[in-house]
């Protein structure tokens, strides 16, 4: 009975943190993505193809975030971007406070995509608003059809749902019809685009996705 009005307590702190961060995104016409999934679906794999596709003059930087390592930095660093690597060390989400951190020192004039990799986990990151414009949710066709329904929050709060490894459907059992119904069903509006990492087929989808939320956002003068 005590942990309920300290979680809500550490919540409401996290909205007042990310309604700041949303307001600071907004003036500078940045648009924010927060990518989440569970441990492997293919984040880091997705943002490695996204960032290799974009023109070295594009405005975009990366934060990633993981309990520990930089692994997932190291990998982001080589096509030439800003990444850093966000380790909380040991807790499973990202939040406000972390996020703002992660942005220390860095012109938010000079992004206009700032692209967050989550803690790989399907639960936590769903109650964390990062101020992000969007959530989007990666699953792997390895992970099961039920997963939409079994982890219902994030999916309901994703923007999209990245569908990816596609290049493993021979090899497992995995319904994509079904997997996408049942995203459907916890979030009718959700799009899905379904990707491989691996032979690059639907990355055009992904992008075309990014593209057209890049359009879309708008500066506000303050
Ligand atoms: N076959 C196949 N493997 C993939 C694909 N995408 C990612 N992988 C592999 O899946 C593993 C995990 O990929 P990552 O991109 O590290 O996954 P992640 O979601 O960033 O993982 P965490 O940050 O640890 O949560 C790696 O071995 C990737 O090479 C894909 O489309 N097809
Ligand atoms: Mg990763």
Known sequence: MERLPLERK???ENDRLAAGLRARFAEHGILCLNLVSAPGSGKTSLLERTLES???TERVA???GDIQTENDAKRLARYGFPVRQITNGGT???DGRMIERGLEG???AAIELLLIENVGNLVCPSSYDLGEAAKVVVMSVTEGEDKPLKYPSIFFKSKL???NKLDLLPYVPFDVAAAEHNARQVHPEIEIVRTSCQTRVGLEDWLAWLRRGMSQRVAVQV
């Open 10 to 12: 550490v919540l409401s």
């Open 54 to 56: 974009l023109a070295p």
């Open 62 to 64: 990366v934060l990633t």
């Open 92 to 94: 499973c989400h990202l």
């Open 106 to 108: 860095w012109d938010l």
């Open 161 to 163: 749902m990245v569908l």
